[in-house]
């Protein structure tokens, strides 16, 4: 059974572990926060007190990290310090499921390579309660031998496993999706509230919306409308799930990519206009920034009390 070294036990990385370590492999962690690196102890997993440690006897490294900035500077390194492509060994295979810009996957591939390491980005889809299910998607850019090496770990973690092309190819991929459902988000959040707005019920609307042309992803499994579906974030106070945040991050790389291709992407724009204005509301500013990206229904919806 494989040795892994899982960096990066947030909100996304934490369950992917715990999966592999229920599948029988020896998982080493590290995070930066104490709390997640025991809750991956208490299930049988190890820790590290660095990441490099944790990577430098694995057979396979994962990383889920916050931005390409932190994927570069841990893989390569900077300065003096050592990055994981100077401690790990020959044979190790290097999987990224951070969501980053192409670039930076496409350089630490390229480094990867100098020194003979096989190295994949595999950003997933599917949120908090797909990583916990073990029902991801990854959707992976690298070679055909890494492609076919990663898949046995990650067929553990998720339930689609996408080739998308070479270097860098997961991560287009992945924010085409994600500026997809930022938009698909937007215009149900706003068609559900105009029918609020005239008399109907969101659940009996949604219900008709599904199994007609304006069927999405959002409405199945999703609905941004309190009340209307059971165990998602809308019927939670908008708690858990995908930070407003994140999107914010994720539609900036959407844009960056589009205008270094010369891609029109004008519903993506605003979708990320949408996105941020929102960021900064809520009870106090910036509030809304840690809330599901589902709690744009709010900027359409009509309070209560209001005429």
Known sequence: MATVAFIGLGNMGGP???NLVKAGMTVTGFDLNPAALKALTDIGGLSANTACGAAAAADIV??????????????????D????????????????????????????????????????DAPVSGGTAGAAAGTLTFICGGSDKAFEQAKTVLDVMGANIFHAGGAGAGQIAKICNNMLLSVLMVGTSEALSMGIDNGLDPKVLSDIMKVSSGGNWTLDKYNPCPGVMDAVPSSKGYQG???????????????????????????????????????????????????????????????????
Do not use: W
């Open 16 to 18: 992917m572990a715990a």
């Open 81 to 120: 310090q050592k990055g994981i492509l100077d401690v790990v060994g020959k044979d190790t295979l290097l999987i990224d499921c951070s969501t980053i810009d192409a670039d930076s996957a496409r350089t630490v591939a390229a480094a990867a390579a100098d020194k003979g390491l096989e190295f994949i």
């Open 62 to 79: 994962i990383t889920m990290l916050p931005a390409g900035k932190h994927v570069r500077s841990l893989y390569i390194g900077n300065n």
């Open 241 to 307: 799930g995908f930070m407003v945040d994140l999107m914010v991050k994720d539609l900036g790389l959407a844009m960056d990519a589009a205008l270094s291709s010369q891609s029109s992407t004008p519903m993506g724009a605003l979708a990320r206009s949408l996105y941020v204005s929102h960021a900064k509301g809520g009870t106090k500013p910036g509030e809304n920034g840690k809330r599901d990206f589902s709690s744009i229904f709010e900027q359409f919806a009509v309070p209560a009390n209001d005429e």
